[in-house]
């Protein structure tokens, strides 16, 4: 089982606190974005059409702090921009790995090796470094050479300090069913990662490279053929097998937008990481004043073509834990 037994532990048991609770929104990790500044600029990104004024903004760590103990999230992905550009952001993960939150710190790995030192290993800790493809193609998608490799030195040297590892790999139009597999394969079995993540891309609206994202169909028949022979089984993927099946056609599901909601230097979006119709100041103002009947595919013509794990993971985890048949399958994997 790729997800450490400690946090499946503490997610379960928190999971049946808000089932106890009567609740029916609740966040399960949260997206936290303490910057937009990011070192590099890739045409699928619309995270850094920001202003210059906003892009050299830096969230206080009392502020960081304060949202995710507001939320009661068990886990946090601090995302960006670029985390590791932030001068203060190892003493944010270090406080919320203080209050017993799992951490997973995203990045492009172009300044983990330099920020190593500032970091200690931990079961509430882990890397998440992006990787969208082998050599060419990653470097392809970050528009910048020789990314790959100072994002693979970085990854071994962070395992070689005893770190958790795990990667993020978004992939487009221009992938194919091999080139799932073959990132996956080097990330398994070559480099060693501890856990993988992966994602068809969203048309974020201000992405510079518009022809490239994928719909639904092509985002099907690209993981059934990628899944096929059994091969995912053997993959370390952090993801339920239900979102995996979701991901080939195999169950449909609706977005759940507050499960993985997004807080930043503005607050907390609406309705999710990747559509921004506003700001709530805190998780409670965002749940009650969002009308959450108007997103999703068939509602909204932005989520038509969304497949992102921050919208559908949440929906595959709360159906594990409703079937004791499910359950029992994520954890066998």
């Known amino acids: 089982m790729a997800v450490p037994m400690r946090q499946s532990a503490r997610l379960g048991w928190y999971l049946f606190r808000q089932r106890v609770a009567g609740r029916d929104k609740f966040p399960l990790i949260v997206e936290l974005e303490p910057l937009f500044q990011c070192n590099l600029a890739c045409a699928g990104c619309g995270k850094i059409q920001h202003p210059e004024h906003e892009l050299r903004r830096r969230m206080p760590v009392e502020q960081a702090v304060g949202a995710i103990e507001e939320s ?25 790995i203080r209050r017993k939150r799992f951490v997973y710190l995203c990045t492009n790995a172009l300044l983990l090796e ?16 992006h990787i969208d493809g082998l050599r060419e193609r990653h470097d392809e998608s970050v528009e910048r050479e020789g990314v790959f490799d100072k994002a693979v030195a970085a990854i071994k040297a962070a395992k070689a300090r005893g770190f958790r590892v795990t990667t993020n790999t978004t992939f487009f139009t221009n992938d194919s069913a091999a080139n799932v597999r073959d990132v996956l394969d080097f990330l398994n079995d070559d480099l060693g990662v501890d856990e993988m993540m992966i994602s068809p891309a969203y048309a974020y609206e201000k992405a510079p490279d518009q022809d490239h994202f994928l719909g639904v169909k092509q985002t099907r028949e690209i993981f059934r053929e990628a899944f096929a022979d059994g091969r995912r089984k053997r993959w370390r993927l952090n993801h339920t097998p239900l979102f995996l099946d979701f ?7 609706e977005c759940t937008p507050w499960g993985i909601p997004s807080y930043s230097l503005f607050g907390w979006q609406r309705p999710c990481y990747l559509m921004g119709d506003g700001y709530a100041s805190t998780y409670k103002e965002l749940l009650e004043t969002t009308d959450w ?24 985890v709360l159906d594990t834990m409703r079937s004791p048949r499910q359950y029992l399958r994520a954890i066998a994997r």
């Open 293 to 316: 009947s108007k997103y999703g595919r068939g509602r909204d013509p932005r989520c038509d073509n969304c497949m992102a794990h921050c919208g559908y993971e949440p929906t595959a």
């Open 72 to 96: 009661g999230a068990p886990m946090v992905s601090i995302a960006g921009g670029e985390p590791l550009i932030h001068p203060e952001i190892h003493v944010i993960a270090s406080e919320l």
């Open 247 to 253: 991901l080939e056609g195999k169950v449909e599901y």
């Open 114 to 129: 330099k920020k190593l030192d500032n970091f200690k290993p931990s079961p509430y800790f882990a890397w998440a470094v």
